[in-house]
């Protein structure tokens, strides 16, 4: 099983991506962040994912920070 977080700050755009996951059996979306901070947080205290979907221009902290912290912090993912 692979465990997606996403971070999209577009509702619609974030309940699309669920949606289209959703025919693969194989693939489970554990949450959705609006922002790279809120992710950050997510993966403080689930550090089970595998997959991280992340919009770059978001509110609070983009994507390119958050995926850099991501990758310091969380080399498996």
Sequence with gaps: MIK???V???FILQKT???KLSFYSDVQVKFCAR???EALGYL???RT???VLMDIEMPVMNGIVAT???KQKY???
């Design 68 to 70: 850099d912290i991501i």
């Design 4 to 6: 997606v977080l996403i």
């Design 44 to 46: 403080a205290d689930h």
């Design 49 to 51: 994912i595998d997959l």
């Design 8 to 10: 999209e700050d577009q």
């Design 17 to 19: 991506l669920e949606e």
């Design 35 to 37: 922002n790279g901070e």
């Design 75 to 77: 080399p498996h993912i």
